[in-house]
């Protein structure tokens, strides 16, 4: 149930209402933050699980804390929606079907093995022509919204990604300046791992020891966004013990979304007692790819990249982890780079963990928003640090016969620092 004392800080000012995409989307206040707490409030006073029709309204919710950072009376929106999320997925029945694809997910997503052999089948499905049959016949317009928004979501795979291997350590070049574990991802892993390989040559290129720990799995963030708290819970706990084996002075990662769980690990812990410790400690050590470049000072060259490019603000970057300037000041200072701003950068681009595949339509709506301005801004790259945003863009383009090459910004400054600008984008 949400924390009472949490849900009396807010103040009902309303500030947090045009900062919000789905009141954006429908202007409700029941889908708007100031609404959602309301329907908390409500709950927690008739001492009641939420009803289905606020359950609807807290699925809608994107998690994308826009709200948290409009709100000048510092209400504590992402932990009032996580602790109701987890209480809806202990007592809101769910039908048989959403049962069910809920649990195909998790099943699916917080496991590299198996996310790569769905990628082989994927693969498949794509080079044998199946795909392409299936789409001239119409049958994917036949599919479910959540289906039809997973195979038009599916990230592009050939045999040389589902090939690449991480190296399990870098070495410094140069002298040592500090000692890292590299978080590998979910998907990031299966499905980007240029841009792993890519983090990797650059904190070794700025003077990194790296370590990726072979035991070190899922963080368990789309788990805790999702509100399946005892999953969230057993994946932190074996991230936490595999990095503690580990003697590093951070913990990189370079995906926006795990990033921001990861550094509540200690929240997520808190009642118990034998980890509550550990994971504060472990949670202090996390840092975004570009926050922590940013703190250590560049070592390496940077070669020019004549690009103009615009950086889209990650929710879990901008919003959960308030790091914003570090990934454009990092960008800004490769010679040749041009960042253009996006109107309205702080919206989600709707993609905000498996939000895009739980609620299609309103993700399409969301991101719809935000393609006309990436357009506007006329980029001829587009960057982002998270692999779910980087995916509903790139589809949400595709559909509209449009391509724009797409990068992560450790992928840029791989390129810069290598001298090899060619490489840039997928
Ligand atoms: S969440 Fe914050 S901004 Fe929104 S209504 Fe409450 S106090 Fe105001
Ligand atoms: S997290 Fe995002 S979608 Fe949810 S209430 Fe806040 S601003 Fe709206």
């Known amino acids: 149930m949400a924390d009472a004392k949490l849900i009396d800080e807010c103040v009902h000012c309303g500030f947090c209402l ?24 409500a709950a927690v006073e008739a001492k009641r699980p939420p009803d289905a029709t606020a359950v609807g309204h807290f699925d809608q919710c994107l998690g994308c804390m826009a709200c948290v950072t409009a709100c000048p009376s510092g209400v504590k929106y992402d932990a009032l929606i996580e602790q109701t999320r987890a209480e809806v997925e202990r007592e ?19 496991h590299p093995g198996r996310l790569r052999v769905a990628a082989f089948a994927q693969l498949l499905y794509v080079k044998t022509g199946l795909r392409r049959l299936v789409h001239a016949l119409g049958l994917v317009r036949a599919l479910p919204p959540r289906l039809r928004a997973l195979e038009a979501l599916m990230p592009p795979v050939s045999a040389k990604t589902l090939g690449a291997k991480l190296p399990a350590r870098g070495e410094a070049r140069g002298p040592r300046r500090a000692r890292v574990a ?58 936490i013990e595999a990095l503690e084996r580990e003697d590093v002075d951070a913990v990189v990662t370079n995906a926006a979304g795990c ?6 690990w200690g929240r997520l812990l808190e009642g118990d007692p034998a980890w509550a410790g550990r994971a504060a400690a472990m949670a202090a050590k996390v840092k975004d790819a570009t926050e922590f470049l940013a703190a250590l000072g560049p070592a390496a060259e ?6 103009r490019l615009a950086y889209h603000d990650a929710c879990h970057l901008a919003h959960a982890q308030r790091v914003r300037s570090q990934p454009r000041a990092l960008l800004g200072a490769i010679p040749g780079v041009e ?20 609620q299609p339509e309103s993700a399409r709506e969301i991101g719809l928003r935000k393609v006309e301005n990436v357009l506007a801004a006329a980029p ?13 863009m790139q589809m949400l383009l595709r559909e509209r016969g449009l391509a724009l090459r797409t990068a992560h910004p450790l992928e840029v400054l791989d390129a810069s620092i290598r001298d090899d600008a060619g490489a840039l984008g997928r």
């Open 380 to 392: 001829e790259l587009l960057v982002s640090a998270n692999p779910g945003c980087t995916l509903q």
């Open 18 to 41: 045009p900062a919000c995409p789905t009141y954006q989307s429908w202007g409700r206040e029941t889908d708007s933050p100031r609404g959602r707490i309301y329907l908390m409030k």
């Open 302 to 307: 940077r070669h020019p990249i004549a690009v």
């Open 182 to 239: 590299l978080l590998a991802g979910c998907v990031q892993r299966v499905y980007f791992p240029g841009v792993n390989a890519a983090t990797l040559r650059v904190l070794t290129a700025e003077g990194c020891d790296v370590v990726v720990p072979p035991a070190l799995g899922c963080c368990g963030a789309l788990s805790v966004h999702a509100g399946r708290e005892d999953e969230a819970k057993r994946l932190a706990r074996a991230a």
């Open 339 to 358: 960042i253009v701003e996006i109107a309205d950068g702080d919206q989600c681009c709707g993609s905000a963990g498996v939000y895009n595949l739980l």
């Open 259 to 264: 990033g921001s769980s990861m550094k509540e």
């Open 92 to 110: 809101h029945p769910r039908a048989p079907a959403d049962r069910l694809f809920r649990a195909f997910l998790f099943a699916l997503f917080p």
